[in-house]
């Protein structure tokens, strides 16, 4: 069975720091690109950060650029975003999602609850 399990949201003030885990099983890891992405109450979900295959290429949306930062690591089957100065519109849900490369596979993950506020 395919999944991915995310983990390490929670409520955290402005400014403040975050990791979010997503561990990947049931698949092989190492051969999807990995991505993370959020949806904020009452909108649509959105791109956040994705990192290829061998974690050489990271991209990120504006809106998190220099602040976010996505990593990963193929022998734990498991894809980071690190989070710093979090402000009170990063707020979301986090999802991460694998990326077959030229094929139609995805899979995604159930999400975790980031919430920044004071």
């Known amino acids: 069975e395919v999944q991915l399990v995310e983990s390490g949201g929670g409520l955290v003030q402005p400014g403040g720091s975050l990791r979010l885990s997503c561990i990947g099983s049931?698949?092989?890891?190492?051969?999807?690109?990995m991505k993370w992405y959020r949806q904020a109450p009452g909108k649509e979900r959105e791109y956040v950060a994705g990192v290829t295959i061998d974690g050489g290429r990271k991209n990120y949306a504006e809106s998190v650029k220099g602040r976010f930062t996505i990593s990963r690591d193929n022998v734990r089957s498991t894809v980071y975003l690190q989070m710093n100065s979090l402000k009170l519109e990063d707020t979301a849900v986090y999802f991460c999602k694998a990326e077959g490369q030229g094929s139609n596979v995805e899979y995604w993950g159930q999400g975790t609850q980031v919430t920044v506020s004071s």
């Open positions: 049931g698949f092989t890891f190492r051969y999807y690109v």
